[in-house]
């Protein structure tokens, strides 16, 4: 695709707009901790971005928006059914411990009677354009330069459920644009009619605050649950302020699992207190991966959270609904109809969807096995985690699946269709080095909003936007992981 503005750029126009771009994150919040000190802002730096602002159709943008409250819709109601769910992860549930756990909280929960209704949902859902002219790349095909934009197709990477990150940074990012477009000598009036404002701040710190009101204790803390080392904590303060700018009675803790379990208490009618203080909203920006636990205390904390009434974002069978299994589920024929029942809907949702594979043991994961590889480029492998980095590609998938010691093992992935995103070159900007032109493919994802009591909806919200842009030459995604950049959409 064509970028913002003709590339290269002069180098002395370059550097100014890339150091001028810099100073512009720094003051403007696009920030985060250092590698060196994650747990410190004595160290903090501007958080990688692209210059430039990377193309995006801007009919496949506003599909992305218009889908979103659907997506919200079908986590809430696949949530609140058990069959469902047990049904999904049964056997996932036999070889992946992590999941196991997770599914063991809720079905005690469930069992001992859930003691707050209102969820609170902040999702993410994340889509790579996807070019139709790569896909015979694998097979040494000579790649299109300029793809057909009218084929381009949204399609979704996966929906995030938990911690969905980046709404506070992300939400600076047209600023840090324009501003870098003006210095290129771009009208302001081109710039506000390619540059989209982003609201996912805003957006995120509203559910967090409306969440906060339902509970309806004045004097009760929002509680953000936070990593042991946490480089993103900028992205976490941005809606931690924002929240408590909404309402003056707002306050806001922050505490590990560790924490929580040592100084947290449940009372017999389900209060949960922390250093003594009431905890309305429990927001979750960790517990979706495996070395978040790395004891048993931090289990029983995460148990202790979910018995109580403290809302929760997500509650344990959102978490349970944003897996890549039950996402895989979805994408089987006649699964959407289940929960959504305007048609409409259905399509709409369903035309993001990608090829999704079931391992399970059985004919069905036999033919899946069978099916990658043979072709195993056009495949991608995933297991039930979060935050990036665990993902098999392609060629590595046949090795990956001969080396498990017991065939059962392969429950605990998922295959899907690879995506191949339409590339375009622009300047990656990252602590410390110069600035890179690479060629770079981007990842679109909608916030949503919603907050559900049973069955009724009481918030159900299109949130704002994120674009990160990795170099094409990554397989896996993430700016947390190092891979990929803060970027906002030009749309064309
Ligand atoms: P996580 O929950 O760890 O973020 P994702 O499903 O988002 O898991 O995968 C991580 C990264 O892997 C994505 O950001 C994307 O770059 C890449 N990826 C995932 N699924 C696909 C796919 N179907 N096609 C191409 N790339 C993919
Ligand atoms: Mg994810
Ligand atoms: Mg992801």
Redesign the pocket.
Known sequence: MEPALPLPLAPPLLTTAADSAKDWAILHGVAMRTEEQPNSSDAVNFAPFQLLPSPVPRVLFDQAKAVQRDFNLLVHRLSQDSNFLTSCLRSTIQVDDFTCRLFRIYEQVRREGVAQPVCLGLHRS?Y?LDDPSRTGQENGEPEAKQPRLDLLQLKQ??I?CIASSFGGLGSQMPGLHRHVLRLCGVSRFTADRHLPQNRAMSSLAGGLAAAWELYGEQSAVIVVVVQEENRNAMDQRWLEFAAMDRNPSIRVRRCTLTQIHDRGELRPDKTLLVDGEEVAVAYFRAGYIPTDYPTEQEWTARLKIEQSKAIKCPCISYHLAGT?KVQQELAQPGVLEKFLKDPEAVERVRATF?GQYTLELGAEGDWTVEMVTSDPGRF?M?PQ???????IFGEDIPAALNNMADVKERTAYIV????RPAVVSNYAVRPGREPALTEAVS?LGIFGVFIGKGDEVVLNQEGGHLLRT?PSST????VAAGN?LLDSPYLI
């Open positions: 994340d790579m990477i996966e995030n890549k990608a991608v995933k985690r979060e935050g990036g980095g665990n993902n899907m269709d690879r995506i990842e990795k397989e896996d995604g993430g990929a």
